[in-house]
């Protein structure tokens, strides 16, 4: 009987009732569906997937199961607040990338702006704990094979290969990027805190 239950909840096209988002812990807004089953807030799961992921499908926070495609409740496409379009596309953007086969690869061609800059900020963040190497110095091979292609001679190598040294530039670049996004939180920081002492200052001067 609870098995029973539990697909007919996997199969239907609206979050249970008496549930809530597993993420934030509230009502649901702009509720969708992964293929897992699961149901999430839209906003939700897309800054999870934000924070958890790049290139790659975001993991379900309840199974553990990629998520390669979001199912929005079908009433929201009725829906005309602005916040609502935005995220319904924000999620068919997620699930372009996600499609599989010859239409996702194209698909993730034509966001790669948007996925050099999603990876610029995830290396930037002090807290992320992938770093991308591998993919960073994949992009750099490539680099590397398309200037020796074009027979530029413009970079001095030293006596390197310049595969080597587009390998080290690669390398280079995420660890400044990371120093870059320490620098921000520790100005964000003191920012907030020379918020908090002039906030303290104000308060007695109002008493008074």
């Not at 996997?10 to 988002?21: K, V």
């Not at 990371?178 to 921000?184: A, M």
Request: hydrophobic share 40%; with cysteine.
């Amino acid at each position: 009987m609870e098995n029973h239950r539990g697909e007919k909840n996997r199969d239907s096209e609206s979050p249970p009732e008496d549930d809530c988002c597993p993420i934030c812990f509230g009502s649901f807004t702009v509720p969708c569906r992964g293929n897992c089953g699961h149901w999430y807030c839209g906003n939700c799961i897309l800054q999870y997937w934000n924070y958890a992921a790049v290139s790659r499908p975001c993991k379900c926070p309840m199974c553990v199961r990629h998520i390669t495609k979001l199912s929005p409740e079908p009433s929201l496409q009725q829906r005309q607040e602005q916040e609502v379009k935005e995220v319904l596309a924000k999620i068919r953007r997620y699930n372009r990338l996600f499609v599989g086969g010859l239409t996702g690869f194209v698909q993730k061609v034509h966001l790669l702006p948007l996925l050099m800059k999603r990876m610029v900020w995830h290396l930037m963040d002090p807290d992320a704990n992938n770093l991308y190497f591998h993919e960073v110095r994949i992009f750099a091979m490539f680099m590397s094979t398309l200037y020796t292609a074009a027979e530029f001679n413009f970079i001095p190598t030293g006596g390197f290969r310049i595969i080597t040294v587009f390998d080290y530039a690669a390398i280079a670049m995420i660890l400044i990027l990371r120093l870059v996004g320490i620098y921000r939180r520790r100005r964000l920081a003191q920012r907030v805190r020379q918020f908090a002492l002039a906030a303290a200052e104000v308060e007695p001067e109002r008493e008074l």
